[in-house]
């Protein structure tokens, strides 16, 4: 009901856009999430929408990098990364939950996609 992808290698200083696309479930009312895990640590709130009122949040490591959006017409969640950092490293994942303030948590998630891997080399 999620299909993430947009992952890839990037030099630092490099982009990338990755995808979220949803289905299932009335996109808008959700919050979708964009979370990452690198090897041996525990999965991280990146960044998270809500399409019904464009509320953002960003985890503070990312802020001026990233930019989450939606377009409600195609179910699809974009996070453009910006000035990548080989700290950005990790496969991120998409979720769906209906709590936008609580959306850089995983606890409350009712849906998640497979992972695209992001690496970026120094």
């Known amino acids: 009901q999620l299909q993430a992808s947009g992952g890839g290698l990037v030099q630092a200083g490099g982009s990338l856009r990755l995808s979220c696309v949803a289905s299932g479930f009335p996109f808008e009312e959700y919050a979708i999430g964009w979370f990452r895990q690198a090897p041996g640590m525990e999965r991280e709130g990146v960044s998270c929408i809500k399409s019904s009122d464009a509320s953002t949040y960003y985890t503070d490591s990312v802020k001026g990098r990233f930019t989450i959006s939606s377009d409600a017409a195609k179910n699809t969640v974009y996070l453009q990364m910006n000035s990548l950092i080989p700290e950005d490293t990790a496969v991120y994942y998409c979720?769906?939950?209906?709590?936008?303030?609580?959306?850089?948590?995983?606890?409350?998630?009712?849906?998640w996609g497979q992972g695209t891997q992001v690496t970026v080399s120094s």
């Open positions: 979720g769906a939950q209906l709590d936008i303030s609580t959306c850089l948590t995983e606890d409350w998630y009712d849906y």
